[in-house]
């Protein structure tokens, strides 16, 4: 009976060692294709967030639109400035950089389309 409870251990002492990363959690998300959808509603909705703050800043001349996208930018080249020296931030740093992308591809989109009322 020993012998099995070496092999196994105990999970309820709450190593926290065994629990992923937030950077290797977003990393299984992009990898894994059957979670391929959660990745497509997480760029849609950022993108989304994305896209209104563009149209905001860009055709409404909102300041304050303007100062969360400035602060939203900052955000990002910190990010990217981290993942650039430390591997711990690469898969954050890409899926913020995908959602950048779509926001700017549904912007376009809108003003295309006219959605925006540019």
């Known amino acids: 009976m020993d012998e099995e409870d070496e092999k196994e251990p105990d999970r309820r002492d709450g190593d926290d060692d065994e629990f992923p990363t937030l950077d290797e959690l977003i990393g299984t998300f992009l990898g894994e294709t059957s979670l391929l959808p959660i990745v497509i509603v997480v760029l849609g909705s950022g993108g989304a967030f994305g896209a209104g703050l563009l149209i905001l800043t860009a055709a409404d001349r909102n300041p304050f639109a303007a100062a969360a996208l400035v602060l939203i930018a900052g955000m990002t080249v910190d990010i990217s400035l981290r993942?650039?020296?430390?591997?711990?931030?690469?898969?954050?740093?890409?899926?913020?950089?995908?959602?950048?992308?779509?926001?700017?591809?549904?912007?376009?989109?809108?003003?295309?389309?006219?959605?925006?009322?540019?």
């Open 83 to 118: 993942a650039r020296k430390e591997p711990n931030f690469r898969n954050i740093a890409l899926l913020i950089g995908m959602v950048w992308l779509s926001s700017v591809a549904l912007a376009g989109v809108a003003i295309w389309t006219g959605i925006a009322g540019v």
